[in-house]
C-alpha cells in the first residue's frame, strides 16, 4: 500500500516571537503570505510574528491570525517544493489552517474569522472566572469520576484529548483547581493550571460560539480538495458545509486528537507533516503510536528533512 501523508496545523500555545522571520527571509512564498495577512487585517501582523512584543502576540485575537499566517507561510514553501498532503487536521483554531489548505477557506476570510474567533473567545469569560489545567498520566478510568467530583455545580470537562497520556480540562477556575487536587489524588503524574487567558473548548464557550456563527454562516466554504479529520467527531471531512458545521460545533467542545490521530493511522497515513510553529504535535503523535513518524516544517532548515522523509 502506498504511503499516505497528513499535514498538522499547530493551534493556540504553539505561538512564540520570531515565529516565520526566518522562513519570510529566506522564501518569497512565505514572504507574499504575510504581506497578503498584512493587508486582508490592516495592521502589521507580520512585525508582531517576526518581532513580538510577547504580550501582544499573546492576546487571543492576535494568536489567532498569527499562527495561521505561519502555517499558511509554511504551507506555500511546501507547495512550492512540489509537497501535498492526502489528509489535513489541524489542532483546534489549526483547522482553520487546515481548511484554507485544502481550499475550502480562503486564508484573508480565515484571517478575519480567526482574529474574531479569538476576541469573542476572549469576551466569552471574564477575566479570572476559567482556567484551564494539564493532567499527564492519568489513568484513564479516573477521569470522568475526577471531574464529577471536582464540579459541585460549575462547569468543568475534558478541553483536548491530546493523547493517551495528555488531558487538558477546562471550566470555571474552582472547579478546575479541585480537579487538579483531585486528579493528583487519583494517579496522575502531574496536574498543573495552564498559562490561557480563556477556558477554552468547554461550556463556558457557548457565548462566543453563537457570536461566531453569524461570521462563519457569512464566509464561503468550498468543498475540499482533499480530506479532513475535524476535532468535533474526529472523522473525515469533504464539504465545505460539513467543514463550517465543525468549525462551530468545536468551540465548546473537546478536541478529540488521539481519536483524529488514529482516525487518520487507521487510513494509511504514516508521514505527518507539523506545518507552522513550534513542535507540539509532532511530540503528540509519538505519545499516541510510537510507529507513526511526524517531521516539522516552520524554519528553512526542516525543509531537507521533510523532502527526505
Not at 18 to 35: C, D, I, T
Not at 70 to 89: I, K
Request: aromatic share 6%; hydrophobic share 50%; with cysteine.
Amino acid at each position: 500500500m502506498p504511503t499516505k501523508t497528513a499535514f498538522l496545523f499547530p493551534g493556540q500555545g504553539s505561538q512564540f516571537a520570531g515565529m516565520g522571520k526566518a522562513l519570510a527571509a529566506a522564501h518569497a512564498a512565505a514572504r507574499q503570505v504575510f504581506e497578503q495577512a498584512d493587508d486582508a487585517l490592516g495592521f502589521a501582523l507580520s512585525r508582531l510574528c517576526f518581532e513580538g512584543p510577547e504580550d501582544q502576540l499573546k492576546l487571543t485575537e492576535n494568536t489567532q491570525p498569527a499562527l495561521l499566517a505561519v502555517s499558511t507561510a509554511a504551507l506555500a514553501v511546501l507547495r512550492e517544493n512540489g509537497l501535498a498532503p492526502d489528509y489535513v487536521a489541524g489542532h483546534s483554531l489549526g483547522e482553520y489552517s487546515a481548511l484554507v489548505a485544502a481550499g475550502s477557506l480562503q486564508f484573508a476570510d480565515g484571517l478575519r474569522l480567526v482574529r474574531k474567533r479569538g476576541r469573542y473567545m476572549q469576551e466569552a469569560v471574564p477575566p479570572g472566572v476559567g482556567a484551564m489545567a494539564a493532567l499527564l498520566k492519568l489513568p484513564d478510568s479516573k477521569l470522568e469520576s475526577v471531574l464529577a467530583d471536582a464540579a459541585r455545580g460549575e462547569i468543568v470537562s475534558a478541553a483536548n484529548l491530546n493523547s493517551p497520556d495528555q488531558v487538558v480540562i477546562a471550566g470555571h477556575a474552582a472547579a478546575v483547581a479541585r480537579a487538579v487536587d483531585l486528579a493528583k489524588a487519583a494517579g496522575a503524574r502531574r496536574a498543573v493550571l495552564l498559562p490561557v487567558s480563556a477556558p477554552f473548548h468547554c461550556a463556558l464557550m457557548v457565548p462566543a460560539q453563537q457570536r461566531l456563527r453569524a461570521d462563519l454562516e457569512a464566509a464561503e466554504f468550498r468543498d475540499l480538495a482533499f480530506p479532513l479529520v475535524n476535532n468535533w467527531q474526529a472523522r473525515e471531512v469533504r464539504s465545505g458545509a460539513e467543514a463550517r458545521e465543525g468549525l462551530y460545533q468545536q468551540v465548546p467542545n473537546p478536541v478529540r486528537w488521539t481519536d483524529s490521530i488514529r482516525r487518520l493511522a487507521a487510513q494509511g497515513v504514516t508521514r505527518f507533516v507539523e506545518v507552522g510553529a513550534g513542535s507540539v504535535l509532532s511530540g503528540l503523535l509519538r505519545n499516541i503510536d510510537p510507529t507513526l513518524t511526524g517531521v516539522k516544517f516552520g524554519e528553512p532548515a526542516d525543509l531537507a528533512k521533510v523532502v527526505a522523509a
